[in-house]
């Protein structure tokens, strides 16, 4: 499995940047897609995800509303639409694949996902 994040950038506070998460090497019918971030010094932390096959998504408290997590069948890529970027979302962001342990399911924990990317920078500017 490979995923390949990008889309990452510098950007100033209130814009909008859209990361994309390029997944190959199996069929995802059965997984959740979840985006990730770390910033210096935290632990990392989920953001969003997504069921690969039903379309149910997740978003944690902090992104919701200024976030939008979607998938794309036909390229196998999931997107992470972010809007009224904020200083604090600077971070490396990473996209993540992890099997859903039943149809539906989301999948929140770091340790359900064992597949990762390997990190797009976002920094927000004031």
């Known amino acids: 499995v490979q995923l390949q994040a990008s889309g990452g950038g510098l950007v100033q506070a209130g814009g909008s940047l859209r990361l994309s998460c390029a997944a190959s090497?199996?069929?995802?019918?059965?997984?959740?897609m979840g985006w990730f971030r770390q910033a210096p010094g935290k632990e990392r932390e989920i953001l969003a995800a997504?069921?690969?096959?039903?379309?149910?998504?997740y978003y944690a408290d902090s992104v919701k509303g200024r976030f939008t997590i979607s998938r794309n069948n036909a390229n196998n890529t999931v997107y992470l639409q972010m809007n009224s970027l904020k200083p604090e979302d600077t971070a490396v962001y990473y996209c993540?694949?992890?099997?859903?342990?039943?149809?539906?399911?989301?999948?929140?924990?770091?340790?359900?996902?064992?597949?990762w990317g390997q990190g797009t920078l976002v920094t927000v500017s004031s």
């Open positions: 993540a694949a992890g099997a859903s342990p039943f149809p539906n399911a989301i999948v929140t924990t770091l340790r359900g996902y064992g597949y």
């Open positions: 090497g199996r069929t995802f019918r059965n997984f959740c």
């Open positions: 997504i069921n690969w096959s039903s379309g149910r998504t």
